[in-house]
């Protein structure tokens, strides 16, 4: 085993594979940081983050406060030198930061400078991006503008969802450190300030953000549906009841706008065997997946084939 300490710190399944090739190439992980333990579902299971459930399989030590900036101490009693980060989720104090004397590094989801924040995969797929990547960077108080140590790309293919690219970011980020860490580790590496002048941001949604507005073009309907699909979903309404929708494709006919250009945006249009066409600024888009509010996610295909309480005419709010 590598003598180097290292303390991890992740909480989401983006973390998940790092911390599994830190164990498999045999790193001295001397410590876990995550979050605490969620209740999760309608039946409120308390659940541990998967991060906590493979170290404790190695017996690694699992810290998990409450406010970090409060309760840090145990960390450091760990006597790091090194502390690697990955979709933690709570903002490490500078205290954590000074600690280890090789520093913090992040695995962060995005081509720094591009979207700082906590919802990186998200936002590049709602912004219709056509590559996006992961940044192996130091740490600093403000977040994500640390020196660029390596970054690795890749393309946005035009079905990803967020969970598609999510996973897939999680394996080339964990590939990245691979190749990167031996360098931090030895002092060798380099790394070199972001540009501040190409800096975008990608803040954490909020339940305004998740609603579909359709005063939009379909292809934008499209990305904002599936950047965030399978979480937390974009929501529409309907006869005053929550729908939330979580599939769709742009629909793919010449003449739509022609034919429905004097429907206002939102408006039910038609109903296909499979899909609900709604009116958007620059023609249809077409809803093949949905959830009512207290029903099951379920396509719009096996949906009609029992009641259907979508009528042409209607309105999406």
Same mark, same amino acid.
């Given at each position: 085993?590598?003598?180097?300490?290292?303390?991890?710190?992740?909480?989401?399944?983006?973390?998940?594979?790092?911390?599994?090739?830190?164990?498999?190439?045999?790193?001295?992980?001397?410590?876990?940081?995550?979050?605490?333990?969620?209740?999760?579902?309608?039946?409120?299971?308390?659940?541990?983050?998967?991060?906590?459930?493979?170290?404790?399989?190695?017996?690694?030590?699992?810290?998990?406060?409450?406010?970090?900036?409060?309760?840090?101490?145990?960390?450091?009693?760990?006597?790091?030198?090194?502390?690697?980060?990955?979709?933690?989720?709570?903002?490490?104090?500078?205290?954590?930061?000074? &600690?280890?004397?090789?520093?913090?590094?992040?695995?962060?989801?995005?081509?720094?400078?591009?979207?700082?924040?906590?919802?990186?995969?998200?936002?590049?797929?709602?912004?219709?991006?056509?590559?996006?990547?992961?940044?192996?960077?130091?740490?600093?108080?403000?977040?994500? &503008?640390?020196?660029?140590?390596?970054?690795?790309?890749?393309?946005?293919?035009?079905?990803?969802?967020?969970?598609?690219?999510?996973?897939?970011?999680?394996?080339?980020?964990?590939?990245?450190?691979?190749?990167?860490?031996?360098?931090?580790?030895?002092?060798?590496? &380099?790394?070199?300030?972001?540009?501040?002048?190409?800096?975008?941001?990608?803040?954490?949604?909020?339940?305004?953000?998740?609603?579909?507005?359709?005063?939009?073009?379909?292809?934008?309907?499209?990305?904002?549906?599936?950047?965030?699909?399978?979480?937390?979903?974009?929501?529409?309404?309907?006869?005053?009841?929550?729908?939330?929708?979580?599939?769709?494709?742009?629909?793919?006919?010449?003449?739509?706008?022609?034919?429905?250009?004097?429907?206002?945006?939102?408006?039910?249009?038609?109903?296909?065997?499979?899909?609900?066409?709604?009116?958007?600024?620059?023609?249809?888009?077409?809803?093949?997946?949905?959830?009512?509010?207290?029903?099951?996610?379920?396509?719009?295909?096996?949906?009609?084939?029992?009641?259907?309480?979508?009528?042409?005419?209607?309105?999406?709010?």
């Amino acid at each position: 085993m590598k003598e180097e300490r290292i303390v991890f710190m992740g909480t989401a399944s983006f973390s998940l594979a790092v911390l599994k090739m830190l164990i498999e190439e045999k790193y001295n992980v001397v410590g876990v940081v995550s979050q605490p333990d969620r209740y999760v579902g309608r039946k409120k299971v308390l659940t541990m983050p998967d991060v906590k459930v493979e170290a404790l399989k190695y017996d690694i030590p699992v810290i998990q406060p409450v406010k970090i900036k409060e309760d840090y101490q145990a960390i450091l009693d760990l006597k790091p030198d090194l502390i690697i980060t990955a979709a933690y989720g709570q903002i490490v104090p500078q205290a954590i930061l000074e &600690a280890p004397r090789l520093g913090c590094v992040n695995v962060h989801a995005s081509l720094l400078p591009l979207y700082r924040g906590g919802a990186p995969v998200h936002q590049c797929i709602i912004d219709g991006q056509e590559k996006t990547g992961v940044t192996i960077m130091y740490m600093v108080k403000k977040m994500d &503008a640390g020196h660029i140590i390596s970054q690795k790309e890749t393309p946005i293919l035009y079905d990803d969802t967020v969970g598609i690219l999510y996973d897939r970011l999680s394996v080339l980020g964990a590939d990245l450190l691979k190749e990167t860490l031996p360098s931090i580790l030895a002092g060798t590496n &380099a790394s070199i300030p972001q540009d501040e002048s190409l800096v975008t941001y990608a803040p954490t949604l909020s339940r305004e953000d998740e609603r579909l507005n359709w005063h939009m073009t379909a292809l934008q309907v499209y990305n904002k549906v599936r950047g965030t699909n399978p979480w937390p979903g974009s929501y529409t309404t309907y006869l005053g009841k929550t729908v939330k929708i979580w599939a769709g494709q742009v629909h793919q006919c010449e003449n739509a706008m022609k034919h429905h250009a004097h429907q206002e945006s939102g408006t039910i249009v038609k109903i296909f065997k499979d899909a609900i066409g709604v009116k958007v600024d620059d023609g249809v888009f077409l809803i093949t997946e949905f959830q009512l509010e207290g029903k099951k996610r379920m396509s719009v295909k096996d949906y009609l084939n029992g009641h259907n309480i979508f009528e042409v005419d209607s309105q999406f709010e």
